[in-house]
């Protein structure tokens, strides 16, 4: 059963900006959190950031909050990672996932569980 899929990806220019939707489904409510990673060609998935639902709180990787938000609908059904002034290290697939439960670090992917499909994002300079 999938549970999470993402969206909004595409082609930008850098310095252009792009929000990344995350579907969740209604069990995804009673888990921990909701996180956003990426991956790009022959690197290692990496965090970008994390919605806490118990705590309405979101973290975001250091290198990255400038530049990137996440944010919900009133709903929680729909979990999004704004980015703005993109650069071409951005590219990557990006890809969300459940974190289900406070154990474990926020930051390491291996604590997720749930992962969508995930959704590219290309520099088209």
């Known amino acids: 059963q999938v549970r999470l899929s993402e969206s909004g990806g595409g082609s930008v220019q850098p310095g252009g900006s792009l929000r990344l939707s995350c579907r969740t489904s209604?069990?995804?409510?009673?888990?921990?959190?909701v996180g956003w990673f990426r991956q790009a060609p022959g690197k290692e998935r990496e965090f970008v950031g994390s919605?806490?639902?118990?705590?309405?709180?979101?973290v975001i990787a250091h290198s990255l909050k400038d530049r990137f938000t996440i944010s919900s609908d009133n709903a929680k059904s729909t979990v999004n990672l704004n980015m703005i002034n993109l650069k071409n290290d951005d590219t990557a697939v990006y890809i969300c996932?459940?974190?289900?439960?406070?154990?474990?670090?926020?930051?390491?992917?291996?604590?997720?569980?749930?992962w969508g499909a995930g959704t590219q994002v290309t520099d088209s300079s």
């Open positions: 996932a459940e974190k289900p439960e406070w154990r474990g670090s926020l930051y390491h992917a291996t604590y997720y569980d749930s």
């Open positions: 919605i806490v639902w118990s705590r309405n709180t979101t």
């Open positions: 209604e069990g995804t409510f009673n888990k921990y959190g």
